[in-house]
């Protein structure tokens, strides 16, 4: 396929490297049209090398190819990426002063946007007139993903994920109406890693759970468009970046920032281990070993089950509604009753919409794979086996996710 990539002149510029590479590593011919301004950030070396192609933004260079009106129409696909206000701007009112608004007027194929800049300039007015003019012209414009701007804020303006972007040119070009992100406008709280319950200032009661499937689900939401809030509790993997990270310790600090959290998220996934108990007292000091007393004995007293209590909030609340939660669960079979039929009971129980249920043990139903799951529904849908590495069962969870959501509580 002949693609051509026009590179706004925002800080974004940078990542639409990874973006050429997926299409050229697809296979396909990408000719790149960088802004003058582009220049700035990423130089026109770069996208020569990356795409083997010749690179200007000139209508006067190579004036023999007649080049001006020759991209546009031999493209199957144009992509601009970022697409400032000033491009969306000069696309609405047809401006040709260079290659790429050129090419943007002689588009016979699909055309994509996808938007970054600042939150202000997004949700101005103008910008706001322009993207449902080119919508209403037939381009695709992507919604921008929400996080970390620039400089210290955050908010919608962030460029998708390269990935992102060429899921949807794919979607696009194969005249599916899914272009735009699955989560695009949703956010999405995720609780990972585990709790640690203190005994004194020096010891706590913790489990060994790494994070990675909390931090796989975060990037796998990030990517599909979302805003990420990620209830961090101990982690041994760094939080990815484009998510916002809150740290939590205790399970009594992570049900109070996952109810506040969860106030204002279309989905929470409870993927964090929380600690079912906590030790009764907590020592100011640190507790001693002394040959005059008796040895310590450790009483626990229970944790509230803050999914079950997310469900209750959820239901209790009417702003909640349409608020999809799913919770996890490690489940192995005995002579009871297999792991289905437990992680069944689970469900009911705790009253989340999804249980995504890790199989343990060596009675394995799943498979050998140790990244297989089965992805139960309340609402009474077959159940759902995923299975492959950390990454691709997140984004497993996460397409079914955004399915359901879609379903339940559809894009306004
Ligand atoms: N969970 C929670 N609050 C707790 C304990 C667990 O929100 N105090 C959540 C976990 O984040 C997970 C699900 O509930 O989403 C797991 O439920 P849990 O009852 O802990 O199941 P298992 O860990 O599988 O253990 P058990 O079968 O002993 O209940």
């Known amino acids: 396929m002949r693609i051509v990539l026009g590179v706004g ?13 997926l299409f050229t590593e697809a296979g396909h011919d990408v000719t790149v049209i960088p802004t003058e301004a582009s220049t700035r950030f990423v130089g026109t070396a770069t996208w020569e090398a990356l795409s083997g192609n010749p690179v200007s933004n000139s209508v006067f260079d190579d004036v023999h190819l007649v080049n001006h009106v020759r991209l546009g129409h031999e493209a199957d696909l144009v992509v601009v990426a970022p697409a400032t206000a000033d491009l969306l701007a000069k696309a609405v009112t047809g401006q040709a002063g260079d290659l790429l608004t050129n090419t943007l007027l002689m588009a016979h194929g699909p055309v994509l946007f996808a938007p970054a800049m600042h939150t202000e300039m997004w949700q101005h007015a103008a910008t706001r007139a322009n993207v449902e003019t080119l919508r209403t012209r037939g381009a ?56 640690r319950e203190p005994l004194d200032p020096v010891r706590f009661l913790g489990n060994r759970s790494s994070g990675k499937q909390g931090v796989a689900l975060a990037v796998a939401a990030r990517n599909a468009g979302a805003t990420v809030r990620l209830l961090a509790a ?85 702003s909640g509604a349409g608020q999809l939660i799913v919770g996890f669960a490690a489940e192995t079979g005995d002579s009871q009753g297999d792991v289905l039929a437990y992680a069944e009971a689970k469900l009911q129980r705790k ?61 306004a």
């Open 9 to 21: 002149g925002g800080i974004a510029a940078y990542k639409v490297a990874s973006l050429l590479r």
């Open 234 to 318: 101990h982690m041994e993997v760094p939080a990815p970046a484009g998510v916002e990270v809150q740290r939590v310790e205790t399970a009594l600090e992570l049900r109070e920032a996952a109810l506040a959290a969860a106030a204002g998220s279309d989905v929470v996934i409870m993927s964090a281990a929380v600690a079912d108990f906590r030790p009764a007292e907590v020592s100011d000091t640190k507790i001693k070993k002394r040959d005059d007393t008796a040895d310590p004995v450790i009483t626990l007293v229970r944790n509230p089950d803050i999914l079950q209590e997310l469900v209750e909030q959820r239901n209790g609340s009417r």
């Open 140 to 195: 695709a414009v992507l919604e921008p993903a929400s996080g970390r701007l620039t400089g210290a804020d955050s908010g919608p303006g962030r460029l998708p994920e390269p990935q992102a972007i060429f899921e949807a040119a794919m979607a696009l070009v194969q005249g599916r109406s899914d272009y735009q992100l699955p989560l695009a406008g949703r956010t999405v709280t995720i609780s990972a890693g585990g709790t």
């Open 351 to 411: 009253g989340c919409d999804l249980l995504v249920v890790n199989h343990v043990g060596t009675d394995k139903v799943f498979g050998q794979d140790s990244n297989a799951v089965v992805i139960l529904s309340r609402a009474g849908s077959e159940p759902q086996e995923a299975s492959g590495t950390k990454t691709e069962v997140s984004e497993a969870i996460i397409r079914r996710i955004s399915f359901e959501l879609n379903r339940v509580s559809p894009r």
